[in-house]
Each structure stands twice: as C-alpha cells, then as structure tokens.
C-alpha cells in the first residue's frame, strides 16, 4: 500500500500511486484530493510490475509470486521477458487465480455424475478461461532521457481490458509525464475501488532534493461516467471523479534538520544489508507550502466546502460559477525519524521509528483552533468536532531487524475519533510487511505486505527507499 512509501517521497505528504493486487500491473491511483496535491504520477524510482518480476524470478529463485485481494483471491504471477535490445523491454505478465480454480474443481467433482476422476475434472477446468489474466507492457528508453510505456492487460473473468500509455522527459531541474489510461482504476479514502473510463494526465513536478523549494504543476481530465469496481458496494460516486478538468499548481518549502548522528565505529569490511540505512541518527523535516486548484466540469458542481461543520464556521478561500471553481489552501507537514543500529550486524541491528504530522488544509484548521479558542475564552466546553479537526493527521511507521537482511515493519494512521467512548485513538488501516534487503544492490528490498482493512496481500520490489 501507499503508505510504506510515504517516507521516501519528499518528506512524505504528496500522495503518491497505490499499490495493490486488483489490477495485473498492481497500481491504483488516489483520488485527485481538493486539500492537498496528488503526486500519483512522479513515480521516480518505482519499478513497472513486469521488471519486479523478472527481477525476483531470475535473482530469488521464485517461480511464482504470490498474491491476494478480497474481490479475486488467491493468485499468483509469472513473468516471461521477450529480448528486445538494451533500451527496450518488454515483458507478458501471466496470472492464475489459484483460489477460483481450486473452489470450482471442488464444485465440479460434487456435481459430477459420470464417475470422472480428479485429474480429469482439473483438466477439464483448466481450459477455463475465467482463470487467467494477462499483462504486456512494453518500455523504451531513449537516448535524450526519454521513456515510453506501453501497457495492457485483460482478465478471462472481465469484460474489460486496461491499457495505458506514458511519456516521461527528464529537464535538468523537472520530470515531465504525459499518461492516458482507459479504464483508469481509481481508490477512495474508505478503500473502495472505481473504474474512470478514460484518464489523460499531464504532470510537472521538480526534483526532490533534501531541502529547498519545490513546485508541482498537475493536471488531470477524466472523461465518462466512473462505475464502482467489483467488490465495491458503494452507490454514491465521488465528486472528485464525476467528469471534468481538475488542474492543480503547488509551492513549497522543505527544510532537513539533522538533531543527532552517530560517530561510533562500524564493522570493517562488512557492507550494511541497506545503504540508507547505515547510521543511527535523529532527524527531522518541515515542509510549508501553498496549493491553488481549479476545476472545470461536473466536478466543479459538488464541492467538500459545501459541507459546513455544525459547530462553527470554516474560513475558505474560493470562488464558484456555474461549471468551475477556484480554491486556493496552504499545507505543513513535520516529520521525525529516529534510527537506531547500523543494519550490518545478523540480529536486532537495527530499530526505526518515523512519525508524520500532516496540516493538509490551514483553513480547516486555523477555523477550528480559532473556534476552540473562542470557546474556552467564554468559558464554554470546546466544540469536539473543532477539536478533532485541530488534531493533525498522524503517520506512524516502526521497523525492526529480526535476522540478517530481514526485518519487520508497520505503517499506520492514527485517527482521532473524540465521539468514541471507549478508545478515542485508533489504528487506521495498519500495514504489515515484512522486508528482504538486497544486500549486493546497495539500496533495495523486496516486500510481503498484507493490509488487514483492504484484506490484500502483496510481494514487489522496491529500489532506493528510505
């Protein structure tokens, strides 16, 4: 899921593509958020699905990567690389719903009266094709730091096949990517899955340093009427996806502090299982920036600040006519991490704790601190709903070395529900991963990660995160 990348992604408050099994290429895209700007996609060093498998194929020893959602089950993938030269890559992805086959063989041996035996009833099933799904994507990488992506993929059970075509240039000083995708899946912030007919996307965004200014420019068009996914019950579509030009422009600032590093001694001649994560430190983040949105279109019609709270009145800067709007917001987030270990020696060497404070909207904020002042100055008890959107959104993450190149990890949301009479803080969509480090490649790992609210489990490989 997305939020075992958040600590690599500039100081970790974009919002970036989710991973996820419902789709053959494993990639959802976030909602365009009206709050905060969406960097779904600035990839930078995300691998295609078909290069992680071939890589985990060909270097791990696995024939066959595993996964698991709750609408299409058990499954597993291979990966077949056709040679195409040194600049260009291209691969065809097969899966095999392993959890329908073995559910329909059962129901078909029950149902069976001609006295068939258990290989003939699995050969009989396996010509089915409803079983299988398959992905080719082809990638070309030209000399003038340009790459082109092709991708499709179709399963026997749908009547839909996805296709999707990127350009990305690389400037001196920004990353430009063009993307169309038709259908486009999309996830809303309850985990439900939507299927947008045709998405054209077009995103600007400047390279990441540790500290300094960034801007962001992204604009996004979504054409047709979304249909919930399968597995998705929800009747209401979003406002974000009804059709419409959805264009945002971002600035920000982003300051690294480094609290504490650590001058002891490490191990002679012993390289650490992740070159990142080489040195016990404290360090911290800020990031302040300011966002302007404009929306043309149906999506202009059904705005989130129309929804007023109950118990006083939010401040917004924003203007409305007819089809389109404008809506202009800043943003902080802060961010701590703390490292202890080296991750050189086989156990316990290393322990990593980072934790995130996200402002996404100052006048959401400032209205409800501005409330809850006003309240406690008359003597009056504090409006819980201005209290609760004063609470910032808060990111966990803990990792743990368990033995050599292994290690344990958890992300977390941790959501303020003050109405709650029993626990007023609650875990929110905990991830569970457990990380293999590549020791001879520096910095990469592979991950198994399960989400137990989306009840989806997922191998990929991940190069260059922290």
């Known amino acids: 899921m997305n939020k075992l990348r958040w600590v690599m992604d500039g100081g970790g408050f974009w919002e970036v593509d989710v991973s996820t099994p419902v789709t053959i290429d494993g990639i959802a895209r976030p909602l365009p958020n009206y709050a905060?700007?969406?960097?779904?996609?600035s990839r930078g060093t995300t691998l295609s699905r078909g290069i992680q498998l071939d890589f985990i194929q060909r270097f791990m020893a696995a024939p066959f990567v595993p996964s698991f959602s709750a609408s299409n089950g058990f499954s597993i993938q291979r990966a077949l690389t056709i040679p195409s030269?040194?600049?260009?890559?291209?691969t065809l992805l097969g899966q095999f719903n392993l959890q329908k086959f073995v559910s329909s063989v059962r129901k078909a041996k029950l149902e069976d009266l001609s006295g068939s035996s258990w290989l003939q009833v699995i050969g009989r099933n396996l010509c089915e094709k409803s079983f299988y799904g398959l992905g080719?994507?082809?990638?070309?990488?030209?000399?003038?730091?340009?790459?082109?992506?092709?991708?499709?993929?179709?399963?026997?059970?749908s009547k839909t096949a996805r296709k999707k075509a990127v350009f990305e240039h690389k400037f001196p000083r920004f990353n430009l990517t063009l993307e169309r995708v038709w259908p486009g899946l999309f996830i809303d912030k309850h985990g439900n899955y939507w299927d947008v007919p045709v998405t054209l996307a077009a995103d600007l965004a400047s390279v990441t340093s540790d500290s300094g200014t960034g801007y962001?420019?992204?604009?996004?068009?979504?054409?047709?009427?979304?249909?919930?996914?399968?597995?998705?019950?929800?009747?209401?579509?979003?406002?974000?996806?009804?059709?419409g030009l959805h264009l945002k422009s971002a600035i920000s600032f982003k300051k690294n502090v480094e609290?504490?590093?650590?001058?002891g001694k490490k191990l002679k001649l012993v390289l650490p299982f992740d070159l990142f994560l080489s040195s016990s430190h404290v360090s911290g983040t800020c990031l302040i920036g300011a966002v302007m949105t404009t929306l043309v279109g149906e999506n202009a019609l059904r705005l989130p600040i129309d929804d007023q709270p109950k118990d006083y009145t939010r401040f917004d800067l924003y203007a409305t006519r007819e089809k389109s709007a404008f809506l202009a917001d800043l943003f902080a987030s802060f961010s701590l991490s703390a490292q202890y270990g080296n991750f050189q020696k086989r156990y316990f060497?290393?322990?990593?704790?980072?934790?995130?404070?996200?402002?996404?909207?100052?006048?959401?904020?400032?209205?409800?601190?501005?409330c809850v002042a006003q309240n406690i100055s008359n003597s009056k008890q504090p409006s819980l709903e201005a209290v609760q959107t004063v609470c910032p959104k808060t990111m966990l993450s803990f990792q743990q070395q368990i033995a050599g190149p292994f290690s344990f990890r958890v992300d977390s949301e941790l959501a303020v529900n003050l109405k709650n009479e029993n626990w007023k803080v609650n875990m929110e969509n905990p991830v569970f991963a457990i990380e293999y480090a590549l020791h001879v490649l520096?910095?990469?790992?592979?991950?198994?990660?399960?989400?137990?609210?989306?009840?989806?489990?997922?191998?990929?490989?991940?190069?260059?995160?922290?």
């Not at 994507?137 to 991708?151: I, N």
């Not at 980072?354 to 501005?370: C, E, G, I, Q, T």
């Open 349 to 370: 060497d290393l322990t990593r704790l980072n934790a995130r404070l996200d402002v996404p909207s100052a006048s959401k904020f400032f209205s409800a601190a501005a």
């Open 136 to 157: 080719f994507s082809s990638e070309f990488l030209a000399p003038s730091d340009d790459a082109f992506l092709f991708a499709y993929e179709a399963c026997g059970d």
């Open 216 to 243: 962001h420019l992204s604009l996004q068009h979504i054409s047709g009427s979304a249909t919930p996914a399968e597995g998705n019950k929800t009747n209401e579509v979003p406002a974000n996806l009804l059709p």
């Open 36 to 41: 905060s700007l969406p960097l779904g996609l």
């Open 259 to 263: 609290f504490w590093r650590s001058q």
């Open 85 to 90: 030269g040194n600049d260009w890559f291209t």
């Open 442 to 466: 520096l910095s990469a790992k592979a991950i198994a990660w399960y989400s137990p609210k989306q009840k989806e489990f997922m191998v990929e490989l991940r190069f260059y995160e922290r």
